[in-house]
């Protein structure tokens, strides 16, 4: 039994492996340029609208008001990165349900590359917001001896953003397979629907950790905050 889609290889060529944490990883970014394409094309501003596109409006606004309540500003800048990490930790978990599937998000690989783009977004949307200057002045805040504790505490948060997703989902993959070797027929199905529902609910909590760690690299120092204020207003 593999514990996770790492184990699973389809094709190896030397020191090259082709497994289940790739193709599967292509698999759910497919679908999800497939289905934006097809519930984009036909988009519509009238009053009445398939449902296709009410289900998309839905799940966009729905981003967006979480992501305004967590910034306290403006959602539309990070909209598209916010959004786009929920729906492929969503879809990929709730895939688990089509047999021989394996969840990309079971593989540490894949939640380590998630968290370390988290990594990266951080600063740049921080820089993005107030300058370089001003954003590197808040890890030698309030001396310069904390600069080694902040920079081990990105690291360390980054870190567990990987594990937790990873963890999650492995688990949960791992308790259905034991049921299936016991009881075989009614609590893989009930085991199936709660994996769902968490699978959910990790997209969920991945996304607004990653929108609270943006909100809090964008935060300056009192004077700055005024400053920058200042300069929006004048705009």
């Not at 497919?30 to 009410?54: K, P």
């Amino acid at each position: 039994m593999e514990l996770t889609p790492d184990e699973v290889v389809y094709l190896r060529w030397g020191f090259v492996e082709l497994n289940a944490t790739i193709v599967f990883t292509w698999v759910v970014n497919l679908l999800l340029v497939s289905g934006a394409w097809m519930l984009t094309r036909g988009l519509s501003d009238e009053t009445s609208v398939d449902r296709g596109q009410h289900v998309l409006e839905v799940i966009v606004l729905q981003v967006r008001d979480q992501i305004r309540d967590i910034v306290q500003g403006d959602p539309g800048p990070y909209l598209p990165f916010i959004g786009t990490l929920f729906l492929f930790i969503a879809v990929s978990n709730a895939l688990t349900i089509v047999p021989y599937y394996e969840a990309p998000t079971a593989s540490l690989s894949t939640t380590t590359a998630l968290s370390v783009v988290v990594f990266l977004a951080v600063p740049a949307f921080g820089i993005r917001r107030s300058g370089m200057r001003r954003y590197l002045k808040r890890y030698v805040e309030p001396s310069p001896l904390m600069l080694p504790f902040n920079i081990i505490g990105e690291i360390s948060r980054t870190i567990a953003l990987a594990v937790r997703l990873f963890g999650n989902i492995m688990s949960g993959t791992l308790i259905v397979a034991i049921l299936v070797s016991l009881t075989p027929i009614f609590f893989p199905v009930v085991m199936r629907a709660f994996g769902l529902l968490t699978g959910f609910i990790q997209a969920y909590i991945f996304a607004v950790l990653a929108t609270v760690y943006i909100a809090s690299g964008m935060r300056t120092t009192s004077t700055d905050v005024s400053t920058l204020t200042t300069q929006e207003d004048s705009r």
